[in-house]
C-alpha cells in the first residue's frame, strides 16, 4: 500500500460485504494490518537462507538431523549432493548408514551410538560410496540434542566434503615418502662408494706401488696375483651396484598371475646337480597350481635365491632338508622356505639380514648382496619378505605374494 510519502508499506488486507435480507451488498467492512516488519524478517531469513545454502555448496558442507522419536532423517540440500541423492528422496537412517565404506561403518556406527547413549559428539573423517558410486572422504560432526529431561532426542551436525584436501593430502605424504626413500638410497650408495670402491682403488694403488718398486720377479708375480684379486673383487662390486641400481630403478610393468609352484620345481631342476652331489632332500608341498600377481621377470630370481641360500648354509652335522609350502591370508599368499641349516641369530643381525652387504655367515661365496635383492624385487611388485630363524636348527624364509 502506497504511504502518502510515496513509500510503500505491506499491509494484510481483509473484506467482507455486509447484504441487506434480499442479499444486496449494501457496503463493505474490512482491515489493513501493517505487516511491513514481519515481511522484512520473511526477506531476511530468506535471504539469509540461499546464503546459507549457496555458502554450504560451495564450501561442500550441510546440515542434517535424524530424530530418535521419529527416527527420521533431514538433510540439507549440500549433503544430498554430497550423497549424489536426488532433494525430494527421503533417506532412512539405516539406509544413511549403509553410504559409509565397509572399512568404516563398525567407526560411525560406534561413534552415532556413543552420540545416542553416553551423550558424546564426534568429529571424524570418514569415507562414504556415493550414489554414482564414488568413493569420497568427508568430515563429520555429530551432536547429541537433548530435552528438558536431558534425555538425547535427536543427533545433529555437520557434513563436509573433504575429498580433494585428503588426496591432495595423500598425494603429498607419497611424495614425501618417495623423497625419502629416494634420499635413503642416495645414503646408502654413498656409504658403498665411500667404504667399497675407496678400499678397492687404494688397495690397487699400494700395489702398483709395490709392484713398481719390486725387483725381485717372485714378488712381482705375488703382486700381480694380488692385483688380479682385487680387480675381480672391484669388478664384483660394480656387478652388484649394477644389480642394485637395475632393480630399484626399474618400473615393473609386467605384474601379472605368476604359478609359484611351476617356479619351485623349476628351480630345483636347476640346482639339480648340487642337490643330487650334496644329498638335499626338498620337499614341495604346493598345490597344482598357485598364483599369485608377481613379476615374471623376479620370480625365478627370488626363489632361485633362497633356495641356493638354504643349500650354500648347510649345516654340516646333518642332512639338508628344504621344504617349500604355502598358508592364504587375506591380502597375501605367503610361500615358505624352510631349511635346517645353520641358522642365524636374529638378536644380533636381525637389521643386517636384508641390507646391502649384510652377511652373516663366512663363505667363499658370500657377497651380502642377494636378499638385499630379493627384498627390493619383491617391494617392487607389492610384495614383502620376512624371517623366521633359530641357529644351529634353521631358517624359514616367507615371500609375501599379492593375492590375484
Not at 636347476?270 to 598357485?290: F, H, K, S, T, Y
Amino acid at each position: 500500500m502506497k504511504k502518502k510519502s510515496g513509500d510503500y508499506l505491506w499491509v494484510l488486507a481483509s473484506g467482507e460485504a455486509i447484504r441487506d435480507k434480499s442479499g444486496k451488498p449494501v457496503f463493505m467492512a474490512g482491515s489493513n494490518v501493517d505487516i511491513e516488519r514481519e515481511v522484512q524478517i520473511q526477506q531476511e531469513l530468506e535471504k539469509n537462507q540461499l546464503f546459507l545454502e549457496e555458502t554450504g555448496s560451495l564450501a561442500k558442507v550441510g546440515g542434517w538431523e535424524v530424530d530418535l522419536q521419529n527416527m527420521t532423517t533431514q538433510w540439507s540440500k549440500a549433503v544430498y549432493d554430497i550423497h549424489e541423492v536426488p532433494y525430494d528422496e527421503v533417506v532412512p537412517v539405516e539406509d544413511a548408514i549403509n553410504f559409509f565404506h565397509d572399512d568404516d561403518k563398525e567407526r560411525i556406527s560406534t561413534a552415532f551410538g556413543k552420540a545416542v547413549s553416553e551423550k558424546l559428539p564426534y568429529s571424524d573423517t570418514f569415507r562414504i560410496i556415493t550414489r554414482s558410486n564414488k568413493e569420497v572422504y568427508v568430515h563429520a560432526v555429530g551432536i547429541p540434542v537433548m530435552n528438558e529431561a536431558g534425555e538425547v532426542v535427536s543427533v545433529r551436525g555437520v557434513f563436509q566434503d573433504i575429498d580433494d584436501r585428503v588426496r591432495s593430502q595423500l598425494l603429498t605424504e607419497d611424495a614425501l615418502a618417495t623423497s625419502t626413500e629416494q634420499n635413503q638410497r642416495l645414503v646408502n650408495f654413498a656409504h658403498i662408494v665411500s667404504h667399497n670402491l675407496r678400499n678397492h682403488t687404494g688397495n690397487l694403488e699400494m700395489l702398483l706401488s709395490f709392484l713398481k718398486d719390486s725387483k725381485d720377479e717372485q714378488d712381482r708375480e705375488d703382486l700381480i696375483e694380488k692385483l688380479q684379486n682385487v680387480v675381480e673383487n672391484l669388478s664384483n662390486t660394480l656387478t652388484d651396484l649394477h644389480d642394485i641400481i637395475t632393480v630399484q630403478n626399474q618400473q615393473v610393468t609386467d605384474v601379472d598371475e605368476v604359478d609359484f609352484t611351476s617356479i619351485a620345481h623349476k628351480i630345483v631342476q636347476i640346482l639339480a646337480g648340487d642337490i643330487d652331489r650334496l644329498d638335499v632332500d626338498v620337499q614341495i608341498d604346493l598345490p597344482p597350481q598357485l598364483l599369485g600377481r608377481f613379476s615374471q621377470i623376479y620370480a625365478d630370481s627370488v626363489m632361485l635365491n633362497l633356495v641356493s641360500n638354504a643349500i650354500r648354509y648347510r649345516s654340516p652335522s646333518r642332512r639338508l632338508v628344504i621344504h617349500i609350502y604355502h598358508d592364504i591370508d587375506e591380502k597375501y599368499i605367503n610361500i615358505h622356505v624352510k631349511d635346517n641349516g645353520l641358522g642365524i641369530d636374529l638378536e644380533l643381525h636381525k637389521n643386517r639380514i636384508f641390507r646391502m652387504y649384510g652377511t652373516i655367515h663366512t663363505h667363499p661365496d658370500s657377497r651380502g648382496v642377494g636378499l638385499f635383492l630379493i627384498k627390493n624385487q619383491l617391494e617392487s611388485s607389492g610384495g614383502a619378505i620376512s624371517v623366521e630363524s633359530t641357529p644351529d636348527e634353521g631358517t624359514t624364509f616367507t615371500i609375501h605374494i599379492p593375492r590375484t
